[in-house]
């Protein structure tokens, strides 16, 4: 071969594909493989033709075709095949070489990943890619972590090819995360951050037409005005545009079954908060608000059954100012939601040992990637005031929208209450927003009834120590 290739991708799925098509348009020689290997000589026929490509029908040749130190991508599905591929090139590889996992993989696989990997003398990369096909193909978001000294080996091209922001257009939403599983972390973090964005929009939309039966004209107008102020955003933009695809006599999105789908980073992100006690309150509720639309034979069934408030006059003379109420509360909810999964990175960081940067995260966000929003900048800004800020919505701009928002805040979930319209990610936010500025809850009470039936012992407000009672000799006796 006259020429050797600067980069190696493994998987010609559209993702795989379009990344490619995006690394070979910034200047670089690709050699592609795919374990169907017919799919290599269409993708060469087709799509790759005249290109600076090179097909390879086995991974052996791939290797072979790549300048070294070997950068070899994987963008193939998660899981067992990640670990066969890496079984596979280590024995063809030299000490140095470098290989990525850009798919959707659990932290906890790069972790281990990153380990084995290093022990065999070579370099591993697990990186978080955001934005669909359409970023992949044009500039997406990029959140690689894993072997520190491979990112000076891939940083050229992986920031060529994320998307930009910036007045000049040149910042990349591209930058080191941090050692081992950071990067996928931080993307998992970014996944469910965007299932809380998508069910907030979801009840937005479905106050305005279950209040005001907007009709889908109105909407989009009602979203593109949103698009314009605070609220701009990728998600914000296609529900605006979603509005407007009509079918036949009809508006397709009236026509979509109400049963949403999930891939499980949401459910990750809800599970590992657990793991480490931090209440990521909005992603929990998203992500059961889509198991519960799953049940969609049940809800049918338990419509016939189960009744509401009824008929509620709710005397609303001013439609303007509704639809700017739930505009206020769709924003301060989610303010809030992000403010619980930088919350998140900060204590998966501590647990970790992740150098996180979250201005820097929030940069990664800002264009490219399905959450980019105007409103990141905010957040960045957040950071570089104050690296160490305990929660967004302690900074001044947080705190202050917040605030004027509240009044309308709560007011949208008052009305929802009243009204029968399921709002579980509005009225969590507003949970989790009065719990966190309460000095005291009621958790005194639920300490009680564990050091009453466990024995699990309790601190108190007025000496130091730790204490247990003998609730049954203490208590007053029942005098029946």
Known sequence: MSELCDFGLIGLAVMGENL????????????VFNRTVDKVDTF????????EFVGCHSIEELVQAL???????????????????????????????????????????????????????????????????????????????????????????????????????????????????????????????EYGDMQLICEAYAMLQGVLNLSNDELYEVFAEWNRGELQSYLIEISRDIFSVRDGDGHLVDRILDVAGAKGTGKWMSQLALDLGVPSTLVTAAVYARCLSAQKEARVR????????????????????????????????????????????????KEHHWPLDYGACALLWRGGCIIRAQFLDRIKEAFDDNAHLENLLLHP??????????????????TATRMGIPVPAFSTALAYYDGYRSARLPANLLQAQRDYFGAHTYQRTDREGVFHTEWLQERRQPED
């Open 44 to 51: 060469m026929q087709g799509r790759a033709a005249g290109k």
């Open 302 to 349: 338990a419509s016939k059954v189960l009744s509401g408030p009824g008929q509620v006059d709710l005397q609303i003379t001013d439609r303007d100012a509704f639809i700017e109420q739930v505009r206020q509360a769709l924003y301060a909810s989610k303010i809030t939601s992000y403010a619980q999964g930088f919350v998140q990175l900060q204590e998966a960081a």
């Open 20 to 31: 490619a098509l995006n690394v070979e348009s910034r200047g670089y020689r690709v050699a």
């Open 397 to 414: 701009y947080f705190k202050d929208a917040v605030q004027k928002a509240q009044p309308a805040w709560r007011e949208i979930v008052v």
């Open 67 to 193: 300048e070294r130190p070997r950068k070899v991508m994987l963008l193939v599905k998660a899981g067992a095949a990640v670990d066969a591929f890496i079984d596979q090139l280590i024995p063809l590889l030299d000490p140095g070489d470098v290989i990525i996992d850009g798919g959707n993989t659990h932290f906890t696989d790069t972790e281990r990943r990153t380990k084995y990997v290093e022990e065999k003398g070579l370099l591993f990369i697990g990186t978080g890619v955001s934005g669909g096909e359409e970023g992949a193909l044009k500039g997406p978001s990029m959140m690689p972590g894993g072997s520190p000294d491979a990112w000076p080996l891939v940083k050229p091209i992986f920031q060529a090819i994320a998307a930009k922001v910036g007045p000049q257009n040149d910042i990349p939403c591209c930058e080191w995360v941090g050692p081992r599983g950071a990067g996928h972390y931080v993307k998992m973090v970014h996944n469910g951050i």
